[in-house]
Structure formats: structure tokens, C-alpha cells
């Protein structure tokens, strides 16, 4: 019975990981990406290949998580699972201990997880497959109402398939995300003004006569002459400074969310309060064919108060162009470029250029 209840758990644990990624399976190609960079495994080579393994892992956890789920191959599936818990335990734990990703996107934007958090997941889901593994090794392999289970399994193939598709030529049919339509951004942006998170400045200081080292933040630093007067031990370890947060305000991915015209200028409070803006985005201005930057222009051209976001300033000629960080964009949109429609700050509508075009 408690046997039964783990394999429920840890099967619908599998499915749900999987799905949520599948239905962003573009998004998630992103948090790849992100571990292939310089910064992290330095595997750059591998992000052109993002997007396809990206594909390749949801459609795998919902997989394994069903036939978990239905008891089907039992011994193959634990044997799957395990050597894939290993793997992503590797990946949270250098990234955890590191501190190089924030976010392992273990569970897409469904449900945010620091890579510690992913970590400990992976090793409760280890510990649980690795104790079905020894309940079930002698037991043989149940092949009774087969065909029922290939049937559902089959379904639930797919469901997966469907909305990996759906996600990757459009938008995603389920919108996780900050910006999803019916967001209010002046209201975001009223509530992180109102709690805005709280980050100090901590040093790590030596004592050059007893080698003693100590972490202090900033306003212990200045408040304590000791540690700066003239002739203190005190030195600070430049390359051990760290900015932390104190305080955790109100979190939202709108934070990123600062629009500025070729010049420089901020002008987000200028397009959240407009009667409507038609806002184009594009997250890799490189990639547009000039198809569709004639196609964007058109668009933008048609609507009386638009703009052109890009991560350069003259993507779009002959129309007003306005920039963003390319990671903003990026939670924004998945299509590359996107067409956002806003009423007084009010999402109203999302779509893929091509999708806006065929309304």
C-alpha cells in the first residue's frame, strides 16, 4: 500500500514537471540555454540545440511519469527515472553550489524553485524510486489489461505532443507567466513600488595581523570605525563582495519591465498609461527575415500609438523603436517577433506576428 502511494506521488510529480514544461517548451529551451552559457557550463555549442532538448526532456518525464504511473516496464522505468534524477541532481547542485542559475525551471513558470530547493526535490525523488526499486525487484512484471495501459499511455503521448506543437508555433495554450493577458501592469508596478525588495553590500574583511576573516554588510562596515579608521588590520577582500537581499519585496518578473527610446529615456509610464498601444517584439532583431521586419513596420505603422521593442535601436525602420533587455523580452514572448496589445496597461491580447496577421 505505502509502496503504491510513493509510486502515485512520484509518477504525478514526473507528469506535472513534464507537462508544464511542454506546454513552454520554448520557454524552457531558455533555462537550457542558460546552462550552456559561458557562465555556467560554458557549453556554448549546445544552445543551438536548446530548443530540440528541450522537446526531448518534457516529452520524457511525462512519458516515464505515465508508465511510472501505470505500472508499465516497471523495472525499465525506475531504472529511466533514477539515472534521470542523478542527472538533474548533478545539474541543481552545480548550479546551487555555484550560485550561477537562480531558478531551475524544474516546473517552468508554474512554480518557481531556487536550484537548493530543485536540488533536495531530486534527492527525496532519488531516495523514493531508489526504495520502489528494492520493493519491486522481485516481483515480475504485471502485463494484465495491457492494452488499456497502452491506450492511455498513447493518450496521454498524445496530449503531450499537442501542446509541445501548440507551444513552439505559437503561444502557449497555458500562460504562466507575469504577463499573462488580463495583467494589469500599473497595478505590478504600483505593488513593487509599495514593497520593493531590499538588497545590502557585504564585505568580507581580513585581519592581516591574525588572519581572521569576518562578513559584515555595509552599514556595519560604516558604522564600526574599527574597520576602516587609519591604521586598522581590516582589509577587504575585493573579490569576496557581495550584494544580497535583506528583504523579499514583492517578486515579480515585471521588475525587468523598463522600456527606453533610442536616446536613453525611460519611457515605460508613457506606454502603460496610453489608450492602447500595439507593441512589437523581438528578442533576436539578427534572426528577423525582412519579410518579417517589413511585415512588423506595417503592423506598427497601421496603429496610431506603437512601437517597435527590440535589444537594438534600429530594428524596425521608419517607425518608432524603443529597446528592452533581451531576457525581459524573452518572458514576455516566445515567438520571435510577438505582437502585445495593451489598454491602459491592461494586457488584452498576445500572439505571434504571423498569428496577429491572420486575425
Known amino acids: 500500500m505505502i509502496t503504491t502511494i510513493l509510486r502515485y506521488l512520484i509518477a504525478l510529480i514526473f507528469i506535472a514537471s513534464g507537462f508544464v514544461k511542454a506546454v513552454d517548451p520554448v520557454g524552457f529551451s531558455f533555462k537550457l540555454e542558460e546552462y550552456f552559457s559561458p557562465g555556467v557550463f560554458n557549453m556554448p555549442f549546445l544552445e543551438s540545440f536548446a530548443l530540440p532538448l528541450a522537446i526531448?526532456?518534457?516529452f520524457v518525464e511525462v512519458v516515464l511519469g505515465l508508465m511510472l504511473l501505470l505500472k508499465f516496464k516497471l523495472r525499465l522505468t525506475l531504472i529511466l527515472l533514477i539515472a534521470l534524477c542523478v542527472f538533474f541532481g548533478f545539474l541543481t547542485f552545480y548550479s546551487a553550489y555555484f550560485n550561477v542559475v537562480t531558478d531551475c525551471g524544474c516546473f517552468g513558470d508554474a512554480l518557481k524553485m531556487t536550484p537548493w530547493q530543485s536540488f533536495w526535490k531530486d534527492i527525496a525523488?532519488?531516495?523514493?524510486?531508489?526504495?520502489?526499486?528494492?520493493a519491486t525487484r522481485k516481483q515480475p512484471e504485471t502485463e494484465n489489461k495491457n492494452n488499456l495501459r497502452l491506450m492511455i499511455l498513447g493518450l496521454g503521448i498524445a496530449i503531450t505532443v499537442f501542446y509541445l506543437y501548440s507551444g513552439i508555433r505559437h503561444e502557449p495554450l497555458i500562460d504562466f507567466r507575469a504577463y499573462k493577458i488580463g495583467t494589469n501592469l500599473n497595478a505590478e508596478k504600483k505593488k513593487i513600488a509599495e514593497n520593493p525588495s531590499v538588497y545590502k553590500t557585504f564585505y568580507v574583511l581580513k585581519n592581516t595581523k591574525t588572519g581572521e576573516e569576518k562578513k559584515v554588510n555595509q552599514d556595519d562596515y560604516v558604522n564600526d570605525k574599527t574597520f576602516w579608521e587609519e591604521g586598522t588590520p581590516w582589509e577587504i577582500q575585493e573579490d569576496k563582495t557581495t550584494s544580497e537581499i535583506t528583504h523579499q519585496g514583492y517578486a515579480s518578473e515585471i521588475t525587468k519591465l523598463r522600456i527606453e527610446d533610442p536616446q536613453g529615456n525611460d519611457i515605460t509610464d508613457t506606454i502603460l498609461k496610453a489608450e492602447k498601444a500595439v507593441l512589437v517584439f523581438s528578442y533576436h532583431p539578427k534572426n528577423l527575415t525582412s519579410e518579417e521586419v517589413a511585415q512588423a513596420v506595417k503592423v506598427i505603422?497601421?496603429?496610431?500609438?506603437s512601437y517597435g521593442i527590440s535589444t537594438h535601436p534600429d530594428t524596425f525602420p521608419n517607425v518608432p523603436n524603443a529597446m528592452l533587455d533581451g531576457t525581459a523580452i524573452k518572458t514576455i514572448a516566445r515567438s520571435n517577433p510577438f505582437v502585445m496589445t495593451l489598454e491602459k496597461g491592461i494586457i488584452k491580447d498576445k500572439k505571434s506576428l504571423q498569428d496577429y496577421l491572420k486575425k
Do not use: D, K, R
Open 56 to 58: 526531448l526532456v518534457c
Open 125 to 134: 525523488l532519488l531516495i523514493g524510486l531508489l526504495i520502489l526499486w528494492v
Open 301 to 305: 505603422q497601421n496603429h496610431p500609438f
